[in-house]
């Protein structure tokens, strides 16, 4: 299995734009996680889903985030409009159970 | 909600050494402790965990030790290689939706 898989690894865009962040998950995990990491606040969870089904969304910053899932094999992150303390790494994880995790290589966003 | 603290920041040490790293948690209900290993421009990788039934665990080189009473966990690695070098994450928490992570550990081998 190839893994996590994340797009773009690096975007680079301008304060009010829309950012779209894709993810998909290793085929047969049932949970998807998205994580934010800054060096102010660590690494902190988004977003998780449950068999593509959102479960729990506290800790999205602002209704300018959303997260979608639309089937078992992607799931995308969306800004908008994008702000300049948006600017992170941006990490999908998936899980085949309740506890282990398996990271993507997360995608570095910066807001201009 | 959680609140997990990690420390030291920063670590050096000799190749072949030993390094700890050392987390307090606050919630005494949490029951799940995995560390991470982060290496530059990837994904954080779980390389050990500990479930609160288990006061150590060890994987080669590699250890974990739990104080429930105490609510500390660390990170024991032994025997220190270059490819060690990367930021490790502790974290704790009831399971993989409700995970707190510390702030991080850059671990640094010297040859």
């Known amino acids: 299995d190839a893994g996590v898989i994340q797009s773009p690894r690096h975007e680079v865009t301008e304060m009010g734009q829309e950012v779209t962040l894709r993810c998909k998950p290793i085929s047969g995990h049932d949970y998807l996680f998205w994580y934010r990491q800054t060096m102010m606040r660590g690494l902190e969870l988004l977003i998780y889903?449950?068999?593509?089904?959102?479960?729990?969304d506290s800790g999205m910053p602002e209704d300018r985030f959303s997260a979608k899932m639309p089937n078992a094999s992607f799931s995308t992150l969306k800004i908008q409009p994008s702000e300049p303390r948006d600017s992170a790494v941006y990490f999908c994880?998936?899980?085949?159970?309740?506890?282990?995790?398996?990271f993507g290589p997360g995608t570095r966003l910066t807001v201009l | 909600g959680e609140n997990v603290e990690q420390h030291p920041s920063t670590l050096s040490v000799q190749e072949g050494d030993s390094a700890v790293i050392k987390c307090t948690y606050s919630d005494s209900a949490s029951n799940y402790f995995p560390w991470y290993k982060q290496e530059l421009g990837k994904g954080p990788q779980l390389i050990i965990d500990?479930?609160?039934?288990?006061g150590e665990k060890k994987d080669q080189r590699i250890a974990v030790t739990l104080n429930k009473t105490a609510k500390h966990f660390s990170l024991h690695i032994t025997e220190t290689q270059p490819e060690d070098s990367a930021v490790y994450f502790c974290?704790?928490?009831?399971?993989?939706?409700?995970?707190?992570f510390g702030t991080g550990t850059r671990l640094t081998v010297i040859p």
């Open positions: 994880a998936s899980s085949p159970s309740y506890n282990e995790q398996f």
């Open positions: 889903f449950n068999n593509n089904v959102p479960i729990d």
């Open positions: 974290a704790a928490g009831l399971g993989a939706n409700n995970l707190f």
């Open positions: 500990i479930r609160s039934n288990v």
